[in-house]
Nanobody, 120 residues
Framework: VQLQASGGGLVQAGGFLALSCAAS????????MGWYRQAPGNKRELVADISTDGRTNYADFVKGRFTITRDSAKNTVYLQMNGLKPEDTAVYYC???????????????WGQGTQVTVSS
C-alpha cells in the first residue's frame, strides 16, 4: 500500500490551501480515508474523514472551513482548507483504512505528512 500526499505550504491567515492523498495497491479495498494533523507538542488529531459511501466526519474546529471530498475511482481524498488560522499550523497526515482481498481485517496506513503553515 502506498499513499502519495501533496499540497500544503505557507499561507497567510484567512487564506486557503488544498491537500490531496492518493492510495495505491493492487489488493487494497478502501474503507475510509481521512486527514489528521499534529502540531509540535500536541497529539495527532482527526481533522476530517470520509467513508466509501460518502459519509463525512469533521472535527469541530474545522467545521464550516474545511471540506473533505473523495474520488473513489482514483482512491484519492481531497481536503479543501479555507479560512485558515495560525492555529491550523501543523503537519497534516493522510490516513487510509482498508481491507485486503476477501479479508475483513481493517488496516491503517499513514501517509508521510505534509506541512501546513499559516502566518498571522
Amino acid at each position: 500500500v502506498q499513499l502519495q500526499a501533496s499540497g500544503g505550504g505557507l499561507v497567510q491567515a484567512g487564506g486557503f490551501l488544498a491537500l490531496s492523498c492518493a492510495a495505491s495497491g493492487s489488493t487494497v479495498r478502501v474503507n475510509s480515508m481521512g486527514w489528521y494533523r499534529q502540531a509540535p507538542g500536541n497529539k495527532r488529531e482527526l481533522v476530517a474523514d470520509i467513508s466509501t459511501d460518502g459519509r463525512t466526519n469533521y472535527a469541530d474546529f474545522v467545521k464550516g472551513r474545511f471540506t473533505i471530498t473523495r474520488d473513489s475511482a482514483k482512491n484519492t481524498v481531497y481536503l479543501q482548507m479555507n479560512g485558515l488560522k495560525p492555529e491550523d499550523t501543523a503537519v497534516y497526515y493522510c490516513l487510509l483504512k482498508y481491507t485486503r482481498g476477501f479479508s475483513t481485517t481493517l488496516y491503517d496506513h499513514w501517509g508521510q505528512g505534509t506541512q501546513v503553515t499559516v502566518s498571522s
